[in-house]
């Protein structure tokens, strides 16, 4: 019995999210059901986080407890065979039993991705958000250093979320322009449900010319997720990064 | 009475081909269902070249008459509201009666896309060929050279072609590295069925060693389908730009 490590990419397009449901399609579903023909029994995959429908990832990972079954260096391989196209198995290794895919996080981060352009592309429609009218990016990253730090993200989390502590860390978001594209990098401790995609729709409204960089100070007091902006599209989010302590993998 | 010419771009993975099907999803055919319902009447829509299932356009051109309907500058943002999201109109105009988006082209470009790593990435798996073992990438451009020019592409054409003029003329065929990405960009005078997959499966072939460079001029030569490399998958296709005369547009 041992405890492997996996990390893998999704086009999250097709899926309805990475946590199971019943009749849908799912990256957690989609997982498990592979595992158990490879395991000769139903295998429980525990993510670093669930992401929600459309949302993609270039590193999210996860874990679970293989009893037999292939070695694990074998096993990105035999992964790859078998899932489907829109899943891509990247590395698997032996953990230690310490090991948890969501509780051992040290920082997580997102990218969410804007395609500034009068025409949008087809190529990454999917991996896009297309905005044609003007952004001042000045402003927004006059905005985006407001968010940095540990601050009560109340107002920038989905209005029905159940956990009561909404108190988290971001350390770092940074807006990078690569040609037509606009990359925002949010690496924080952890995030609440739709938290980058309220950041980056806020941002947005700041770009545009809704509210001011300084709004965000008093909406971050609010703690009302009405007082905040809109919800960026699923589409453009991925899950860029996920560090854990060092340690916790098994060298074989 | 007008002649539209319609620049667009498709991700041809969840299509059945430019060329319309009874029942199956094509490009024309999405085209001309939502044409239809602007123009009230069945609109015939003609394209510089059929695409097979998978292939893609950067810019495919196409053209259709239209008796009535919106201004031809309110085309392209109609258009981008009633089309899937896998298809993207680009551009439209009014081109003058001798305008035909197949036969008025001057030269066409495809570029096929090559992924070498060692993982696949997931969002670029649909729009390339991932290729893992080793290319030498400097015999790919010795053999290139040999395409260049005018030749009977027999060999390097769909054995069942009824076509009976296989003589072609290749301009260009530059093998370009971008990161992980090998792109390799073929302009000519018009195209054969398969024949640039047939073209980038034989330049892989010879990137692994089963030929030599100068195995291409064997190749021509046999007028063989069977002499020829392998035909390279259809996803990393792509209608790259199709150029015609000037004067054919009307600006108004």
Redesign the interface.
């Given at each position: 019995v041992r405890k492997i490590k996996l990390e893998i990419?999704?086009?999250g397009t097709d899926f309805h999210g990475f946590a199971k449901q019943k009749e849908l399609r799912t990256v957690q579903g989609t997982l498990e059901a592979i595992l158990e023909r490879i395991a000769g029994r139903p295998v429980e995959v525990l993510g670093s986080g669930r992401t929600d429908a459309g949302v993609?990832a270039?590193a999210q990972v996860v874990h679970f407890v293989l009893d037999g079954g292939p070695p694990t260096e074998k096993m990105?391989y035999i992964l790859s065979r078998m899932l489907p196209?829109?899943?891509?198995?990247?590395?698997a290794c032996d953990a230690s039993n310490d090991f948890h895919a969501r509780f051992s996080t040290l920082q997580k981060t997102y990218r969410y991705t804007i395609q500034r352009a009068t025409?949008?592309?087809?190529?990454s429609?999917?991996?896009a958000w297309h905005i044609t009218s003007a952004l001042d990016i000045v402003r927004m990253k006059e905005a985006a250093v407001h968010f940095v730090g540990e601050h009560d993200f109340t107002s920038f989390c989905a209005a029905s979320t159940p956990i009561q502590n909404k108190i988290r860390t971001i350390f770092e978001l940074n807006l990078e322009e690569h040609e037509t594209y606009l990359h925002i990098f949010c690496t924080g401790s952890g995030f609440l449900q739709n938290m980058v995609r309220i950041i980056v729709g806020t941002l947005v409204d700041i770009g545009q010319g809704r509210y001011v960089p300084f709004d965000v100070v008093r909406m971050l007091e609010a703690q009302d997720r009405r007082i905040a902006g809109k919800t960026a599209p699923a589409l453009g989010l991925c899950m860029w990064n996920v560090v854990y302590p060092e340690g916790l993998e098994i060298s074989t």
């Open positions: 990419a999704y086009d993609h270039r990105v196209r829109d899943i891509v198995p990247i590395r025409v949008e592309d087809v190529f429609n999917r991996y």
